[in-house]
């Protein structure tokens, strides 16, 4: 199994921005941002598939949310702005064994811990 390592989770006011970062310790495929904010089910973010094709994300985050993926470092970041009060979360980075996996959590094997994030007013 792989692991996985989040980090730059935090809190931040409304309309900032935040960066986050994981690093695998092994060979990943698709690999993938999920959240899950107080009271609710975890839901997808933002997937990164396998080989350089574009990334897909939820609509709520469309247009604020951007993956980027360091292959030769093994790390995915997940570079969020204009951060509205609803994404606050814990943010879990996940990896898959498929190319092109997207949203379905079943697809994915490996989970990191979770990063906080807190968007205040």
């Known amino acids: 199994q792989v692991q996985l390592v989040e980090s730059g989770g935090g809190l931040v006011h409304a309309g900032g921005s935040l960066r986050l970062s994981c690093a695998a310790s092994g060979r990943t495929f698709t690999m993938a941002w999920f959240r899950q904010a107080p009271g609710k089910e975890r839901e997808f973010v933002g997937a990164?598939?396998?080989?350089?094709?574009?990334?897909t994300y939820t609509d709520s985050v469309k247009g604020r949310f951007t993956i980027f993926r360091d292959y030769a470092k093994n790390t995915i970041q997940l570079q969020m702005t204009d951060l509205k009060l609803e994404d606050t979360a814990v943010y879990y980075c996940a990896a898959s064994l498929l190319i092109a996996a997207r949203g379905r959590e079943n697809d994915y094997r490996d989970w990191g811990q979770g990063t906080q994030v807190t968007v205040s007013s």
């Open positions: 990164s598939p396998w080989g350089g094709a574009n990334s």
